[in-house]
């Protein structure tokens, strides 16, 4: 008969592992070294294998196969943990919104509450990990898809996800260069263009390639983190070109933002939450995903526009879906 895992033993691997050190992960996890020396010995006899060189400390072949299994393992836990805690907890304490920096397009900044809420903005991946172990409330994610195509999100825990808005996308390029006069632009036209990546504030090079067929795309410079003036700066001054929802790409200095339009995909934005939000966090996601939500059309690409040519305020899109 199988034994179960020791989530504990898991624990002191992993954090052992990163630091490849005993001593420091003693000291990390509050722990005597002769603990955490006993916690490795006690796992590797569980599994019948090494897990760890002792000189260097590294992982073994066997170390690097449960490295891969260990991350979503103890994520889960600890998402476990947070679902029952939210349900058992009391009073409401205002609303924590984690958010990618592309998502808070104009239907949900008109829809946040004056006071009470604390805005945290996260790398794309890190969002959904966030609501999961109950660091955030709700989660706002992005990414390109076709049209009423839900995202693909990690799979850290059962989340509730409602799609709230779609936009047309476009690229953004300096005013020099030799396609800012055009109307629209084929994405396959640009796979052997200069690109910034930008995967935590920008559409990721990776959904572009995917776009088009898994290849092109290739990197001029890489930027890290989740401010988008320094993107949108560094694609006016002619570093490379991005691609951003049209309501992040208009109006930048220096840069024009000219629409997509092979092949038909949107931005998407989703809101994400465990079980059934309540307090601050039920409130707003009423208003961003009504009763009325599951019957309204989703919306087409390009996105409708008043006389003026500015675009209409973008609605909510589809009714809550489970993902587990």
Request: charged share 20%.
């Amino acid at each position: 008969m199988l034994s179960v895992m020791d989530p504990h033993l898991l624990r002191t691997y992993v954090t052992v592992a990163r630091l490849a050190s005993f001593s420091e992960a003693a000291r990390e996890l509050g722990y005597t070294q002769s603990a955490v020396s006993q916690h490795i010995a006690a796992l590797e006899q569980d599994l019948g294998a090494p897990l760890l060189t002792r000189r260097p400390v590294l992982p073994t072949a066997a170390g690097e196969r449960l490295l891969e299994h260990a991350g979503p393992l103890l994520l889960r836990l600890e998402a476990a943990r947070a679902d029952v805690v939210r349900m058992a907890d009391a009073p409401d304490h205002g609303l924590t919104l984690a958010t990618t920096p592309t998502a808070l397009g104009p239907h949900v900044l008109a829809a946040l509450p004056a006071s009470g809420v604390t805005l945290r903005v996260l790398p794309r991946d890190e969002v959904p990990a966030a609501v999961a172990t109950g660091t955030a409330d709700l989660g706002l994610v992005d990414g390109l898809a076709a049209p009423s195509d839900p995202l693909r999100l990690p799979d850290v825990a059962p989340l509730t996800t409602h799609g709230i808005a779609e936009e047309p996308v476009c690229v953004l390029l300096p005013v020099t260069h030799p396609l800012a006069g055009r109307t629209g632009l084929r994405l396959g036209d640009l796979a052997d263009a200069r690109w910034l990546d930008a995967p935590d504030t920008g559409l990721p090079l990776a959904h572009l390639r995917a776009a088009n067929g898994g290849h092109g795309f290739r990197p001029a410079l890489r930027c890290d983190g989740t401010d988008v003036r320094t993107l949108t700066a560094l694609a006016a001054a002619g570093h490379g070109l991005t691609l951003l929802p049209r309501s992040a790409a208009l109006d930048v200095p220096g840069a024009v933002a000219v629409p997509v339009t092979d092949p038909r995909v949107v931005h998407r934005t989703e809101l994400v939450h465990t079980g059934a939000p309540r307090g601050a966090a039920a409130m707003l996601t009423d208003v961003l995903v009504p009763p009325s939500a599951a019957a309204a059309p989703a919306l087409a690409s390009p996105t409708p526009t008043r006389g003026d040519g500015r675009p209409e305020p973008l609605a909510p899109l589809s009714k809550g879906t489970s993902r587990s």
